[in-house]
């Protein structure tokens, strides 16, 4: 059964700082690797969706890497700003023959002016 | 922004009366999914359907039953609601072009049941 992990839960960064989140899931077998941004009583944002066959993939200040070999994924912000505060989820969809996405639980950000 | 909307916005009820949750969406995509958010346990998914009057159960399916008349419209019913139903409630939309399936979310559906 696939698992998805983000650690740490929780991540407080003076601002312009670089800095990483991770995602970790148990089953390499993966079709895509999508990053979402939640700000607090919203919806999710779609950032940034790798595929299977892709290393990386970026948008303004961020890059998103994926190594299926060893089951991780990171998000790289650059020049971290306040308004990058919010919660980051990373989700996995398992091979194709199934619709399903699978969530890690989320690491929460905060910037600090 | 993806066109998705999602009614009621917030909705309070009380245990043991029928809900439904409308989800709308104006992009045509052929996936929709219905999610639950809590505090410890994420996002779990609780039906999808992957074409009109093609529904199928995610993990946490229990107490809850889904209808899909025509593509724009996925609906969310809860028979007899109860506390533990409380939640945030959130609708997606995905599609196959570029096969890609980038899933886009509702601004979600607060659900209190008293």
């Known amino acids: 059964k696939q698992e998805v992990t983000q650690i740490p839960a929780a991540l407080s960064v003076p601002e312009g700082e670089n800095l990483v989140l991770n995602c970790s899931f148990t089953d390499s077998a993966i079709y895509n690797l999508q990053w979402f941004r939640q700000d607090p009583g919203k919806g999710l944002t779609s950032l940034l969706l790798i595929q299977s066959s892709q290393r990386e993939q970026t948008s303004g200040r961020l890059n998103a890497s994926l190594d299926k070999s060893s089951g991780r994924s990171t998000l790289y912000i650059a020049a971290s700003q306040p308004g990058d505060s919010a919660t980051y989820l990373c989700a996995v969809r398992p091979p194709s023959g199934t619709y399903k996405y699978i969530f890690g639980t989320g690491t929460r950000l905060k910037v600090l002016a | 922004d993806a066109g998705i909307t999602q009614s009621p916005r917030h909705k309070v009820t009380e245990t043991g009366t029928p809900v439904t949750l409308r989800c709308h969406q104006t992009e045509n995509h052929r996936y929709m999914y219905w999610y639950r958010q809590d505090p410890g346990h994420g996002l779990r998914l609780i039906h999808y359907?992957?074409?009109?009057?093609?529904?199928d159960k995610g993990e946490v399916s229990d107490g809850y039953s889904v209808s899909r008349s025509k593509t724009e419209d996925f609906l969310l019913t809860l028979e007899s609601a109860t506390s533990s139903q409380t939640s945030v409630y959130f609708c997606?939309?995905?599609?196959?072009?570029?096969?890609?399936?980038?899933?886009?979310f509702g601004p979600g559906t607060r659900l209190t049941v008293t």
């Open positions: 997606a939309i995905s599609d196959p072009s570029g096969s890609s399936y980038e899933q886009y």
């Open positions: 359907s992957y074409g009109v009057k093609d529904t």
